[in-house]
């Protein structure tokens, strides 16, 4: 069984999403892996996702109402398989905790499964409004997808 980890900044809006959007697609097509996710910052830990966040992926049928924030730790990298990061900034901060080449090799920019080597950042939508929570959940539907029929096909 797969273990993946999704991990932005403050765990209250890209990486929740993420997790919640592949949990679903895990579910649609009777996949079984476990779906965690975390940030790099210590900002919001034990919060519920933001409620823009939560709002957003309600409109879409999915329920990120109770996932409560947590800060990236070492042993992550011992418990998952896969980490799936927002953006430049963040892999930087995971990466700067790996131990060895095990474990850079499981950090990836997650929409570098969308668009291939092109090392793309899902924009903080944090100080903006709507729009950019719209465009996030677009973005990560996209690479669930994609990483979803990935492990089934393994
Ligand atoms: P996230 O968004 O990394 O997608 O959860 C942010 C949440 C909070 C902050 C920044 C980004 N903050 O600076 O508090």
């Given at each position: 069984?797969?273990?993946?980890?999704?991990v932005?900044?403050?765990?209250?809006?890209?990486?929740?999403?993420?997790?919640?959007?592949?949990?679903?697609?895990a579910?649609?097509?009777?996949?079984?892996?476990?779906?965690?996710?975390?940030?790099?910052?210590n900002?919001?830990?034990?919060?519920?996702?933001?409620?823009?966040?939560v709002?957003?992926?309600?409109?879409?049928?999915?329920?990120?109402?109770?996932?409560?924030?947590?800060?990236?730790?070492v042993?992550?990298?011992?418990?998952?398989d896969?980490?799936?990061?927002?953006?430049?900034?963040?892999?930087?901060?995971?990466?700067?905790?790996?131990?060895?080449?095990?474990?850079?090799?499981?950090?990836?920019?997650?929409?570098?499964?969308?668009y291939?080597?092109?090392?793309?950042?899902?924009?903080?939508?944090?100080?903006?409004?709507?729009?950019g929570?719209?465009?996030?959940?677009?973005?990560?539907?996209?690479?669930?997808?994609?990483?979803?029929?990935?492990i089934?096909?393994?």
């Amino acid at each position: 069984m797969q273990n993946i980890l999704m991990v932005c900044l403050g765990n209250i809006c890209r990486s929740p999403l993420a997790e919640g959007i592949l949990r679903e697609k895990a579910k649609q097509i009777d996949l079984e892996i476990t779906i965690d996710s975390a940030g790099t910052s210590n900002y919001h830990i034990s919060q519920h996702p933001d409620s823009r966040t939560v709002e957003n992926a309600k409109r879409h049928n999915i329920d990120i109402s109770k996932l409560k924030a947590r800060q990236f730790v070492v042993s992550d990298y011992d418990k998952f398989d896969s980490i799936f990061v927002m953006d430049s900034s963040n892999y930087a901060d995971v990466i700067s905790l790996a131990r060895n080449e095990d474990d850079k090799q499981k950090v990836e920019l997650i929409l570098n499964r969308v668009y291939p080597n092109s090392n793309m950042s899902v924009p903080d939508p944090y100080y903006g409004g709507e729009q950019g929570f719209e465009n996030v959940f677009i973005l990560l539907d996209n690479a669930c997808s994609i990483i979803a029929n990935s492990i089934q096909k393994n």
